[in-house]
């Protein structure tokens, strides 16, 4: 099939501003105005789309979103169907008349709602006292399951209410794995993600029961309905303790109304994304085979095994060298709901469509399930951030690329070649003021040959004839990639007048499995020197100030400015995200484990001299360059004890210029989806201690006393 090759909407932005308008240049507050789609869930006749639309409330600095609904032809102007602010989740009913969502309820719990979709107001199903989230609709429509922490006592009335018993607060921790980035309290070893039915009521007045289907020790995820309505398949990892044995999930299913739990498929690697036949005799699964010796990367595959216990799977994409379902990292994916990548079916069970990612793009693909052939179903630079089909195989997907966060694009596969048509344009009015510069995608040789994927973002008022200063952006991870997806911090440091490089060092993602393994047992280290050819290439091109370059990155990013930073004094400013300084106290204290071979060989006491070596710590004696520390107070996967405070303690010893910016309630995810106020703070001490350095700008905020 030929492929369908989808617009730039960056040139759909353009044509929409005002003839001969002028255009201002984008600002770190402009997030503010930014809007967000989330979750594209077409319906079964395909004739609409529900999705989630998030938007900043400014003024209670959150966010807030509701369900809305867009027709996908004719003139589609999305319609909202929810009155919350915090709705998420919507699931469309087989017979396209009810939508089910999530909602919290009056204790801020949340609980599945139903809205009618001939009118009316939406309705609790549920009222669980740990909550209810991930509905999935059955094939006849009269019952959804759900997941839950919830356990079967949690339904019982209490009894009387005697003399309350003060209940102890200490925590007894029997696990390597404690606590998770992103929950404010400690790992409940009691609590579990269950699986649950409730049966939808005919008439509103009536209150079912929900069922717990599932119960245990282990969690249970990603719930499907065999066709029949028999069965319901999850993905669980069902080893106590697993990171002694590695990351590993199987595929298994349980009768709908409870009983045994059998295991479908398994491979020495976990299971994620899968989906089961129209005639429910087969299951196709994305799964990452971790192979011997271990990995530090190992790439997901397309696999298919029969619904039936213990079924061997077959690998569909063995011979296919890149990321099934992988995606491209920005900063603007949706800070709320969800991002859909499902595997779809075609009717007659020959084919299957997933993404993608290649070289710094993701599209969608149609893989022969005979032959494992994959044929194109889009093309272009650009990232399928969310999507799911109806029942005829048409595609709602949002498409994000370099110059726009993201809209929902019709994909009809097998149709004549012609670009999808796009049926929300959800920030048009808000770029059309805006003056953005597209990339330049560059392809430069490392030190040892190997060629490297770049990207360079000029201002929009670029001059080849001047000087700029320029920042080098480095991607965490550090499995992940930049590319083709909107990513408004490159953006705003261009309007500010700088040169943006961001590149894909060895280690990264869509470039095939030997690349992205080539950093095993060498983290950092040659990722750091694709780094700097790339910095040489944009250098000798003669628009860039040698004398003003700047280094930032997060998380795996920002170890690798900490580690470029101890090895070159090229760089006149450092701002260091999330980061690492410290293998040794990191191996102890990160929300995972590094029980297994993946970045280092052995535990650090057992190879002390590896873990010393690579840490930027040992190094940081021959720092000149002035460096930020950007820090959220409750990021348990790089904790801040291990990265920044070592960093700004020891710079402060060396009396090299450095600054702690601490950022209160934030995780890891300060950049992608922490408070707005924050985010936008983030970005203005990033560029300020940048211009300061780069630009001479006075500022008395990071004076050294």
Known sequence: MKAIALLCLAAGLAAAAPSGAAKRPITETDLYRFTWIADPQISPDGASVAFVQVTVNQKDNKYEHAIYT???????????????????????????????????????TPQIFLLPMEGGEARALTSLPKGAGAPVWSPDGKTIA???????????????????????????????????????????????????????????????????????????????????GSSIYFVSDRVAESYYTGSDSDLYRVPAAGGPIQRVASIDGPIGTFSLSPDGRRVAFVGTFNGSPVRSYSQADLWIADAAPDSTPKNLTEAYDNDVLGGIGGDQSSPRGEQPKPIVWSKDGASLVVTTAEQGSSNLKRVIVRTGGLESITQGQHDVVAYTASRDGVIAATISTQTNIGDIAIVRPGASPQPPALITHVNEALFAEIAQSAPEEIWYSSFDGRKVQGWILKPPDFDPSKKYPMILEIHGGPHSAYGNVYTHEFQWMAAKGYVVLFTNPRGSTSYGQEFGNLIQFRYPGDDYKDLMAGVDE????????VNRLGVTGGSGGGLLTNWTITQTQRFKAAVAQRDIADWYGFWFTADFTLFQPTWFRKAPWEDPEDFHARSPITHVA?????LMLVLGDADYRTPPGEGGEQMFRALKYLKVPTVMVRFPRETHELSRSGEPMHRVERLQHIVGWMDKWLQGRQTSTYDQP
């Open 70 to 108: 867009v027709r996908t032809a004719g003139a589609p102007v999305p319609q909202r169907q929810t009155g919350g602010t915090r709705d998420t989740s919507p699931r469309w009913s087989p017979d396209g008349k009810w939508i089910a969502f999530v909602r919290p309820d009056d204790k801020d």
């Open 146 to 228: 759900f997941g839950s922490t919830a356990v079967a006592d949690d339904l019982k009335k209490p009894a009387p209410a005697a003399a309350a018993e003060r209940k102890s607060d200490v925590k007894v921790i029997t696990r390597a794995v404690y606590r998770a980035n992103g929950n404010p309290a400690y790992v409940d070893p009691d609590r579990h993600a269950h699986i649950w039915t409730i049966a939808v009521p005919p008439a509103s007045g009536d209150k079912p029961e929900p069922k717990p289907i599932t119960s245990g020790d282990f969690d249970e995820r990603g719930a499907q309905w065999s066709p029949d």
């Open 538 to 545: 944009v250098v000798k091109r003669g628009y860039v100030d």
């Open 622 to 626: 021959k720092v000149t360059t002035p």
